[in-house]
């Protein structure tokens, strides 16, 4: 397996997001950035191409499957088998399904890694509170606990959580950290993320991993773009 978190991916945490990409345009884009980046996630590109598209996108990178399965046990387990037998390194549920389905994700993903997703990003505290009756920072590690306890290999959150998730008294701080709705300093396009963070903070603050789209995946030259937010995280 591929997988690795270490001093490498400390220079170069990046996975790109493909969300939202056909598959020549996906491809091409994991050919140009391959060896460049830690990975790939996808999510509408393996609804639009089956599960065999992580077989063809591991030529270039580790791949992270981002279906976000939600159900009873039994059926998230099957579902997850799927995504392993086709190669994923990281495979996602949502937290909130709760322990025992977690429990059954791991128990299928065989030498895939279970993630658990905590709170959408498109979330805000108004938001949470509605929904979950906590704020984000209580709700996240609520859901985190779970997690751990069900053996997940990390969490997907905002940036803004990561000083809750570090905090070795909470009891969290070994999961991966895995955080999207990442936004470069440069990228000043609004959409409907919510809780974003620079890549520079996100690491600093104890991200492991950075799952980026848009500023990417959008801009007219990616190798360009990846080189701004590499120098962005470490300007030497």
Known sequence: MRLRIGK?????PIIVSLDGLGRIEALNLAEMLSGRVWGFKAHSLIDRCGT???RVLKQYGNVFADPKLHDIPSVVGERIKIYADAGADFITVHASGGPEMMEQAVACAGESKVLAVTILTSFDEGRCLEFFGLSINQKVLQLA???KEAGCAGVVSSGQELPVLTRKENGVSDLLRIVPSI???WYKTTDDQKRTLTPK???KQGANLLVIGRPLVAAPDPLKALKKILKEISPR
């Open 8 to 12: 490498r991916e400390k220079k170069n």
């Open 201 to 203: 903070e996100a690491m």
């Open 183 to 185: 936004r470069p300093k």
């Open 145 to 147: 606990i779970y997690a």
């Open 52 to 54: 065999s598209v992580i």
